[in-house]
């Protein structure tokens, strides 16, 4: 796995919704925390924790 250049502790909700954050970032997220990010048209529309069963 790649590191990033920012920490995932690092990363703010205002990036997301602006659009500043990679997609290995998002990767790293998911990975260590488990929410998936839902986007339509390039922009962030919902932040979901995935439900594991």
Known sequence: ???????????TLA???NGEVTLMELNEI??????VF???QGKLTRIKKE???
């Open 38 to 40: 839902v986007v339509n």
């Open 1 to 11: 796995m790649m590191i990033s250049a920012r920490k995932v502790k690092e990363i």
């Open 15 to 17: 990036n997301l919704k």
């Open 51 to 53: 439900i594991k069963h």
């Open 30 to 35: 998911y990975e260590k925390l488990g929410f």
